[in-house]
């Protein structure tokens, strides 16, 4: 069944317009509210949230809905997501909300839930949750006797800081590493620096200053030039970008080169796998993921698994299959050891872990296969179903059929905003981007018919 308002990562959408409105998300904290309540305790959910002016307006909204259905609310303010999975578990929650939009600009938001053992929700309680937002659910609600409260919880950052730096081994140290932190000006602004700090390296913070409306511009993990400009600036070993929510990573050598998720999934796991620590004989990420990641991992012995886009997709089947290395070629990487969802600062620590023990330039060690060539482009189209027109439908099968046993393509709409993104992969460049482009003008042709 089709969702109206849930999509690969949660709920997201432009601010103060539906499905993020004051209303949805009181509904949304009334109905997820009510299902996570089991038994006669006290329950009770951590809320958390980035830096974008709109989270006011949502939070409160939220508490409403929360306190409506008889549910304690503890607010933990800015906050990045895997912190907020984390304190789901550690403060024995019912369940976890984090407010954000992750890596999109300040003026669309989102509401992802989490399970009380950290997990972001199934389907199938996503679908559950949805059907209870156009109910009349008010009868359901808590009596006057039943209400909830809202309280601040204080010491989260530092809970949250303690927690990833015992993610390295107890006698490691920074020190001697001089690394840029570029927090997009997002949820993870104070944590990622003081950690970073406390581990011995030295630290030059940059987007750390949130006012509402700058998070993740022009900066952060989707903008990177800012910060590969001021590893060359500073001279520093290492760069590292978080995104707004800062459960993604990516990593800046020192000469200001891109080390994307796949890099960093090859480089862990080739670490972990030497040292005996890899689960599952391999790793899982998505359909985005390049084939040169795949290659290398054949090359390991060890397997690529593959699921459909979104870091829930990975967790459960990491989950199922008993793997501890998952992720994302855009940078949320899972270390289920640590983890039950990405983290940026776990795993850039990881990194750092590496780039430790070997002694050697990040640019040595991180590049650890030679990306295939891939061509991305998004097409922007609301409403309809342009994928299952014929006319799109012959160039998807002719740019296979172009592309061969060698190359891959995948074409799917975004879970996050009205695009279709249409991807090619292969040892031919020229072949790629030409498969790519003759999709994309079949759908813009579609677009402008209609």
């Known amino acids: 069944m089709a969702k109206r308002y849930f999509g690969t990562d949660g709920i997201r ?101 989490f399970g009380p053992d950290g997990y972001k929700l199934s389907d199938e309680l996503e679908q559950r949750i949805e059907a209870m937002l156009d109910q009349e659910i008010d009868i359901n609600l808590a009596g006057p006797d039943g209400l909830g409260r809202a309280k601040r919880v204080d010491g989260v950052h530092d809970r949250y800081i303690e927690f990833a730096k015992r993610t390295l081994p107890r006698a490691m140290s920074l020190s ?26 030295e630290v030059i913070a940059i987007n750390v200053e949130p006012n509402g409306f700058n998070i993740n511009k022009e900066s952060g993990s989707t903008h990177p030039a800012g910060l590969q400009k001021k590893v060359h600036e500073v001279r520093a070993d290492i760069g590292i970008a978080l995104d707004g929510d800062a459960d993604r990573v990516t990593i800046v050598d020192e000469t200001g080169a891109i080390v994307d998720g796949d890099q960093i999934m090859a480089l862990i796991a080739e670490s972990w796998n030497e040292t005996g620590r890899l689960a599952g004989g391999g790793v899982v990420a998505t359909v985005m993921s390049n084939l040169g990641l795949e290659r290398y991992m054949n090359d390991q012995g060890l397997q690529l698994h593959r699921t459909k886009v979104g870091d829930r997709y990975v967790v459960e089947h990491m989950r199922a299959h008993g793997f501890n290395v998952g992720g994302e070629q855009s940078g949320h990487i899972v270390l289920s050891d640590f983890s039950t969802t990405g983290d940026g600062l776990v795993s850039a620590l990881q990194v750092l872990a590496c780039v430790k023990r070997a002694e050697k330039p990040v640019s ?8 295939v060539p891939q061509f991305l482009k998004n097409v922007r189209f609301s409403g309809g179903k342009p994928l299952e027109d014929k006319n799109v439908k012959q160039a998807i099968e002719d740019g296979r059929s172009r592309l061969g046993v060698g190359g891959r393509l995948v074409i799917r709409p975004s879970g996050t905003e009205p695009l279709i993104r249409v991807m090619a992969e292969g040892d031919d460049s020229v072949l790629v981007e030409s498969v790519v482009d003759d999709i994309v003008s079949v759908i813009s042709d579609l677009r402008t018919a209609a």
């Open 176 to 201: 001697g590493l001089r690394i840029v932190i570029d927090c997009a000006n997002g949820a993870g602004y104070k944590v990622a620096p003081a950690a970073l700090w406390e581990l011995g390296a």
């Open 364 to 371: 040595e060690l991180c590049r650890k296969f030679e990306p």
């Open 13 to 113: 959408g432009r601010a103060n317009s539906f499905p993020m409105t004051a209303e949805v998300a009181m509904r949304v904290g009334m109905a997820a509210g009510m299902s996570f309540q089991r038994g006669d305790h006290r329950h009770r959910v951590v809320v958390g949230k980035d830096t974008r002016l709109s989270g006011y307006m949502l939070e409160n909204a939220m508490v409403a809905g929360f306190c409506a259905a008889g549910m304690d609310v503890f607010l933990l303010g800015p906050i990045p997501t895997p912190a907020v999975a984390m304190l789901a578990r550690s403060l024995r929650a019912d369940m976890g909300v984090m407010i954000s939009a992750s890596h999109n600009p300040y003026d669309d938001n989102g509401i992802k839930l």
